[in-house]
């Protein structure tokens, strides 16, 4: 089984930053990818920013240019550095690993979501 656990979120004024992590753990096998996810109320998830084994990263063109995702691979550790945040960026973030347990087949794993709000 493997968990993931989100952190960081708050409330920020537009203009500022914040960084969330997280963290997998439990029985991993393998994580491929892991990636950060949003969702506002009255929307559907969507993607923020994913990194994959090797550091190849895809990022919203919403967040091009002001947010930063990194990953320590060895420690199962994700971040996003978030810059220059908008009252658009509000919502609840979720980290996603796509990680192989025990039985070493590779699934999407979810973390409880982080909150996040910009006032204007």
């Known amino acids: 089984q493997v968990q993931v656990v989100e952190s960081g979120g708050g409330l920020v004024q537009a203009g500022g930053s914040l960084r969330l992590s997280c963290a997998a753990s439990g029985s991993i096998f393998s994580i491929a990818s892991m990636g950060w996810y949003r969702q506002a109320p009255g929307n559907q998830r969507e993607l923020v920013a994913v990194i994959g084994g090797t550091g190849e990263t895809t990022y919203a063109d919403s967040v091009k240019g002001r947010f930063a995702i990194s990953r320590d691979n060895a420690k199962a550790t994700l971040w996003l550095q978030m810059n220059s945040l908008k009252p658009e960026d509000t919502g609840v973030y979720y980290c996603?690993?796509?990680?192989?347990?025990?039985?070493?087949?590779?699934?999407?794993?979810w973390g409880q979501g982080t909150q996040v709000t910009v006032s204007s």
């Open positions: 996603n690993a796509r990680a192989a347990g025990d039985n070493m087949r590779y699934r999407d794993y």
